[in-house]
């Protein structure tokens, strides 16, 4: 029995101008092949064919598009980095292997020996780290400032200020840049501003039309949503991506393809997930805020949040983050933390499934007590990742960590 395969036919490409960040989750990027397939391919392949040594010297020497080595071309990365990149609105993207590793091609890519970076002090730990330890021995010097006092990031910038960086909003706070007023603020300094977008993601929030040059996800978190793979990446202009690319290239801090379908796979349903996401967190923060045991929460959809405004104005949606102080200190915090039992401990996000963690003894465990203060980062904080299980549960198991302050 003989197979044939049916290259032959034409199917052209779907027409998505104009189409919503719905429609381009589940439709831009897609490389079918000749198999026709209506599913997202995948390609764990290391290495590709050529079909002479001429073609292998023209893919290598650049005269002719087409794949090479997964390193830095593979189809199933591609069509995941087309789909991020229309769903941002972006020129380009170019996938890695982490969210971190995403941050660190850019700062590889984009700067050099002498240069300074602004940057918010309430951003991910190891995004503090990053810049205060390692780009440090690399000559470039970080300035770290409130994220929501524009007048500090202006007196932090000097002459060889390159860029600044957000995450909006902040981890684990919650507090919301104005991302429209640092981009100018940047543009006027010659400056690029970058913006970590994973708490908000392109379903609620579009840094790039706000003004913002470059956008940076951990893929970890919402975008593949289940808790899966790790990876990371950037989009923006292809002027400034094809740089990160070059790196990618060269140093190897690659995303898998089998990570870049999983990744593809979570887009699909990002939409439909963030709302869920928002209903649930909104809901929860307000039931926290009414608690005797909770002296403070922080969550950009209460009213009671200094940019609750500014959120409405810039985002469609207040995700999925909450945070709150119960009364005390770390023993208090870690008392209702382990009083929970469905609520998984995990310093993941950005899960269907509720996490709680303590941030400063995890996620923010590597700054120096200082720096843990002037971020906000207390010993009494705990932070929530709300997930889509149903709300009543959620607060049934909340409120068993109540009962444990009590007893």
């Keep these: 029995m003989s197979h044939t395969r049916e290259e032959h036919l034409w199917i052209p490409e779907s027409d998505l101008d104009g189409m919503s960040v719905d429609t381009l989750s589940v439709r831009a990027g897609q490389i079918r092949t000749g198999q026709l397939e209506h599913s997202d391919a995948i390609f764990p392949t290391s290495s590709f064919v050529y079909g002479s040594a001429a073609q292998a010297a023209a893919r290598f020497g650049g005269e002719e598009a087409g794949n090479i080595y997964s390193r830095f071309t593979n189809p199933t990365v591609q069509a995941f980095e087309g789909r991020i990149a ?3 609105g972006g020129e380009k993207a170019v996938a890695t292997a982490s969210g971190m590793a995403a941050i660190l091609s850019t700062c590889m890519s984009l700067l050099k020996t002498g240069d300074h970076v602004v940057c918010s002090r309430g951003v991910f730990g190891t ?5 205060q330890k390692y780009m440090a021995r690399f000559g470039v010097e970080t300035t770290f400032v409130s994220l929501t006092e524009v007048d500090e990031w202006q007196a932090a910038i000097r002459p060889e200020t ?15 840049a ?28 579009r840094p790039l039309a706000l003004g913002a040059d470059l956008v940076i996800h951990s893929a970890t978190k919402y975008l593949d949503g289940q808790g899966r793979c790790v ?3 950037v989009v923006g202009p292809a002027k400034y991506l094809d740089e990160v690319y070059g790196f990618i290239r060269s140093a190897g801090p690659t995303m898998s393809p089998f990570n870049a379908w999983v990744f593809q796979k979570g887009l699909e349903t990002l939409p439909i997930r963030m709302r869920a996401h928002c209903d649930n967190a909104l809901e929860l923060a307000k039931w926290l805020e009414s608690e005797p045991s909770v002296e403070k929460v922080f969550y950009a959809g209460l009213a009671s949040h200094p940019q609750h405004e500014l959120a409405k104005q810039q985002q469609s949606g207040f995700g999925g983050m909450v945070s709150f102080m119960v009364k005390g200190g770390r023993e208090q915090a870690w008392r209702f933390i382990d009083g929970t039992r469905m609520i998984s401990i995990t310093a993941n996000l950005g899960d269907v499934k509720t996490t709680i963690t303590h941030p400063a ?7 120096a007590p200082e720096d843990k203060a002037k971020a906000g980062i ?11 299980e149903a709300i009543d549960d959620l607060k049934t198991d909340l409120a068993r960590g109540f009962q444990a302050l009590e007893d």
């Design 231 to 233: 990876g990371g990446v």
């Design 361 to 367: 003894t995890t996620t923010h465990g590597r700054l």
């Design 86 to 88: 229309a769903m941002e």
């Design 127 to 131: 995004t503090n780290v990053l810049f």
């Design 378 to 388: 207390t010993e009494n904080l705990i932070r929530l990742s709300v997930g889509i």
């Design 178 to 205: 104005d991302v429209k007023a640092l981009a100018t603020l940047a543009h006027a300094n010659d400056a690029l501003l970058v913006v970590d977008n994973c708490f908000c993601t392109p379903i609620l929030q």
């Design 162 to 176: 390159r860029m600044l960086f957000i995450e909006t909003p902040s981890n684990p706070l919650c507090e919301v």
